[in-house]
């Protein structure tokens, strides 16, 4: 990395550390969702843009880190770090013990396994009395959100630079080889499983944090909205939108859309959910790497972008 | 155990498991032939059967005897559908065609959501009351005929699939498209005639549904799911083996919601789903790898 793009990045990430000090309370707030989003865009990133595993039981590693902070602070009394540390601890668990025999699985189907365990945890969690069952918990409020912002963008920061470092390590070159040719990395001496499992670990430790941090922020949560299996479908639309499989493409995906969407639910709440569906099948159809596939050719092919990209996949 | 309690348990899910399997019938049939996992399907259910209650309630059409016209209604929406829209986009890796028909879901719930409002609503011919009794067991009539239609519907869909010129092309694309093609299948049209019998028979789906069950434009996300699971159950192969599936998840909520309670119904359901996932990936009746 040049000490230009070093630069350049620094001063993007002040920039948006100083927001605090010059935005709105709802600027802040609005900042809050869309980072932690961007992180959940991160987190699923790694599993399935690099590894090439469309997880869709990334909201369980949310769901988990939520409800790690909300009983350990509200059950147990202990600081919110200890809720962080314990939510973290239950992802990885759940990484470990479910990702070994589900990530054996390829394509659709490994996308549907981690489906159903998303709906089975909504389920489990709103029977177990330590988690409050189905009416949830409520956390002590905390009005600070300036330190939730900062929390945020420094989650963010970590897991773009884990992604960075990702790109430049052995461990990340053996994800990319798994998601292009499974049997062909096994052959070449990747450890498959050991380093499909170690993704998916890592992928949840982050949305995991993101978890926390937002039940802290909001201080109250039920399972229905812990492991929303709709807030998985988001990461991965926002990942897609932004280019799955690049450093920077999920971040601006999940920037880009949590601006449009909130733009439009203030202008006209109606329709923000409908132009929502729109703008996803217009994506898939004129768009289908992403904002960072449309920079990197726009430049070369000009509007003919778009028509190439429908003729690369159409029947 | 009281037995017959048991037995009318056992009834109950069979008649469930059968509206199950014809739910999933269309799902299965589009991700087997075209690869593409529709997790817009609940949402065409829930337009099946809003279709069928203004027939009923605008033109005072009988539920079962409008199946035929919905089922011709929605088959040309899905061939539409397929030929405008998703067959631009067929050959894109998975993540896209998933997002595809997520987005298209969000759009029919919303449509839906402002042309019929929120409101529940039911099907309610005169005699969705009735039931027959058989000793001790009940036997709700609309449940039993709403069985029996899928029951049809499925085994006509196998016969269709296995002894047709156009089942036998349908069946010859999903294995190989480029020899299909060869041998004179226009994929394009066969594509779109694939999909439009997948929203064909999610249309008929919705029509029976709605005359068992209560209907709002939120219904379809949970009925992809359940669809999803008895396709993996079942397997993709045969339509026989998605009736299978449906009786089995049907069976299966209904011995849950009795033995460890209404919460955990969904628990079993997709425990088994995971289960048959990860030792028989291919569905019960699948064929080895």
């Not at chain 1, 997880?55 to 909300?70: E, K, R």
């Not at chain 2, 039911?122 to 009735?130: E, K, S």
């Not at chain 2, 036998?168 to 004179?184: D, E, P, S």
Request: proline share 3%; charged share 10%; glycine share 12%.
């Amino acid at each position: 990395m040049t000490a230009a793009r070093i630069a350049l990045a620094s001063l993007a990430i002040a920039v948006l550390a100083a927001v605090p000090w010059f935005g709105s309370d709802v600027l802040v707030q609005f900042g809050i969702n869309a980072l932690l989003l961007a992180v959940l865009a991160q987190g699923w990133n790694i599993i399935g843009g690099y590894a090439g595993y469309a997880s869709f039981g990334n909201s369980v590693f949310y769901g988990l880190g939520s409800y790690g902070v909300a009983i350990t602070m509200v059950q147990w009394e202990l600081p919110f770090a200890f809720g962080l540390a314990f939510g973290v601890l239950m992802a990885v668990i759940f990484a470990f013990l479910l990702g070994l025999p589900v990530l054996r699985l390829k394509g659709h189907y490994f996308a549907i396994a981690t489906l159903a365990l998303a709906q089975v945890m909504i389920a489990i969690v709103s029977n177990v009395p330590l988690a409050g069952q189905n009416i949830g918990l409520v956390l002590p409020p905390l009005n600070n959100d300036p330190l939730f912002y900062e929390l945020a963008l420094g989650l963010l920061t970590a897991v773009t630079l884990t992604i960075f470092w990702l790109t430049r390590s052995r461990f990340g070159f053996g994800l990319i080889a798994i998601r292009e040719n499974e049997e062909g990395a096994a052959v070449m001496g990747v450890n498959t499983t050991l380093y499909k499992v170690l993704a998916f670990a890592l992928s949840g430790v982050f949305s995991a944090l993101a978890g926390g941090i937002h039940a802290y922020w909001i201080t109250f949560l039920d399972p229905e909205s812990a492991f929303d299996i709709s807030l998985n479908v988001k990461m991965i639309i926002m990942a897609v939108f932004g280019g799955p499989g690049t450093i920077l493409g999920p971040v601006i995906g999940a920037l880009t859309l949590s601006a449009v969407s909130e733009l439009l639910s203030s202008e006209v709440t109606s329709v923000a959910g409908l132009f929502f569906g729109i703008v996803v099948v217009a994506a898939v159809v004129l768009m289908p790497r992403g904002l960072a596939d449309i920079v990197r050719r726009f430049r070369k092919s000009g509007w003919r972008y778009f028509a190439e990209n429908i003729k690369a996949h159409r029947i | 155990m009281d037995v017959g309690l048991l037995a009318q348990i056992l009834i109950n899910g069979v008649f469930l498991g059968g509206l199950y399997a014809i739910m999933a019938l269309g799902l299965a049939l589009v991700w087997g032939v075209l690869n593409i996992v529709n997790l817009a399907h609940g949402a065409f259910i829930m337009l099946g059967a809003y279709l069928s209650w203004y027939l009923y309630a605008g033109l005072g059409i009988d539920p079962f005897l409008g199946l035929p016209i919905n089922a011709v209604v929605m088959f040309m929406v899905g061939y539409a559908l397929q030929r405008g829209l998703l067959n631009l986009v067929v050959r894109a890796p998975m993540f896209n065609t998933l997002l595809i028909t997520f987005g298209l879901e969000v759009v029919l719930t919303y449509l839906a959501q402002l042309a019929f409002s929120a409101d529940f609503r039911t099907i309610n011919p005169p005699y969705a009351g009735n039931s027959i009794a058989l000793g001790s067991l009940v036997l709700p009539q609309a449940r039993l005929m709403a069985f029996g239609v899928a029951v049809v519907l499925t085994v006509a869909m196998w016969a269709f699939l296995l002894r047709t010129k156009l089942g036998r092309a349908i069946r010859a694309t999903a294995q190989n498209l480029v020899a299909a093609r060869l041998y004179g299948v226009e994929p394009r049209h066969l594509y779109a005639t694939t999909f439009g019998i997948g929203i064909g028979l999610a249309g008929a789906a919705g029509g029976l549904y709605g005359t068992v069950s209560q209907i709002n434009p939120y219904i379809g996300a949970t009925l992809t799911a359940k669809c999803f699971a008895i396709s993996i159950i079942g397997g993709l192969d045969n339509p026989l083996g998605v009736l299978l599936g449906g009786l089995v998840l049907g069976v299966i909520e209904s011995l849950a919601v009795l033995y460890i309670g209404a919460t955990f119904a969904d628990v079993a359901s997709f425990s088994v789903l995971v289960l048959v996932l990860i030792v028989r990936p291919r569905g019960l009746l699948g064929k080895a790898a």
